[in-house]
């Protein structure tokens, strides 16, 4: 009899035994297969983070060699733009050398009128021709305002006088040229006036206006 219960007790170890080893060799192999399929996974994530890796890479790449595309061509427009800026400083001042020459030539043929070397008065007009010549192709024009009624935008009057004042020196055959009468008309022009090409007033002229009434 005892016996016969030792081996039903056995039996009944072994059978829960299996059963335990059973189910060891379940989770073995679900944590095999979980193992497998983690391992492919993350395998796949590799290749994915590494191929998203390199792509992103490359765009720096791209966006880095864009980046210095552009600084170096805002540099070369910022060299040119220099360039430009001393071209136009340099022209300004040509511009201005030439008008301070043009202003010494007339100031010579006016010290120059009714003495011995008033001769030369020919000589320094085509000097002051010449220099007239040079700033017409530098795009600057001189303002003609002799001879037209005063306007303030582009003349200064440093002084005025009358019809008679013109005739008692001489002057009759200039301010009735054609008989008519300008109201306020320039007869003389002390400093010449400059405009330049697009309408931009360099230095307005001075003048001598006749004084009406």
Not at 173 to 191: H, K, M, N, S
């Amino acid at each position: 009899m005892w016996n016969m219960w030792r081996k039903r007790q056995n039996e009944q170890k072994s059978a829960e035994l299996e059963a335990v080893e059973r189910l060891e060799r379940q989770w073995d192999e679900r944590l095999g297969a979980f193992g497998e399929m983690m391992a492919e996974q993350l395998g796949k994530l590799s290749r994915v983070q590494y191929k998203s890796g390199q792509e992103t890479l490359a765009k720096m790449d791209r966006l880095g060699g864009g980046i210095d595309a552009l600084a170096n061509r805002l540099t070369e427009r910022d060299e040119e733009r220099a360039r430009l800026d001393n071209l136009i400083r340099e022209k300004e001042a040509g511009m201005q050398e030439l008008i301070r020459l043009l202003d010494d030539f007339d100031l010579a043929r006016t010290r120059l009128q009714g003495t011995e070397m008033d001769a030369w008065s020919n000589v320094i007009r085509q000097w002051s021709d010449r220099v007239l010549a040079l700033l017409a192709g530098m795009e600057v024009r001189e303002l003609h305002v002799l001879g037209r009624s005063f306007d303030p935008s582009v003349a200064e009057a440093v002084a005025t006088t009358t019809r008679e004042e013109r005739r008692v020196a001489g002057k009759a055959d200039e301010l009735d040229r054609t008989g008519d009468t300008v109201p306020y008309e320039v007869v003389a022009v002390e400093r010449r006036g400059f405009v330049t090409g697009d309408g931009r007033l360099l230095r307005k002229a001075q003048v001598i206006t006749i004084s009406e009434g």
